[in-house]
């Protein structure tokens, strides 16, 4: 079964910090552009930030912008987000995706979805 998998969130205070990871199962993610989204209660899901398949392009979204930061190990078919000084309105489902394009921060075209990981900030 072809899928991605996102580990890593929970609870955590405001100004913590959490690492997010997103694997793949049944492919190789070497060649697609990962982006994480996340979709807070009652709000639309929003793009957060995108990477290129290379890792070499990496965009964020304004309210993340030097706060959090995305990489990808393609050796270990992983993809992170490093969450830091985290605020309670970061409390969101975050999935990854992969696709074809970074649009900015926004993954275009995609082809597989996680379930999703639930990050709560809170004090």
């Known amino acids: 079964q072809l899928q991605l998998v996102e580990s890593g969130g929970g609870l955590v205070q405001p100004g913590g910090s959490l690492r997010l990871s997103c694997v793949a199962s049944g492919f190789t993610l070497d060649y697609y552009d990962i982006g994480w989204f996340r979709q807070a209660p009652g709000k639309e899901r929003e793009g957060v930030s995108c990477i290129s398949s290379s890792g070499g392009s990496t965009a964020y979204a304004d309210s993340v912008k030097g706060r959090f930061t995305i990489s990808r190990d393609n050796a270990k078919g992983t993809i992170y987000l490093q969450m830091n000084s985290l605020k309670p309105e970061d409390t969101a489902v975050y999935y990854c995706?992969?696709?074809?394009?970074?649009?900015?921060?926004?993954?275009?075209?995609?082809?597989?979805w996680g379930q999703g990981t639930q990050v709560t900030v809170s004090s």
């Open positions: 995706a992969a696709g074809r394009y970074c649009s900015g921060y926004s993954l275009r075209r995609s082809s597989y």
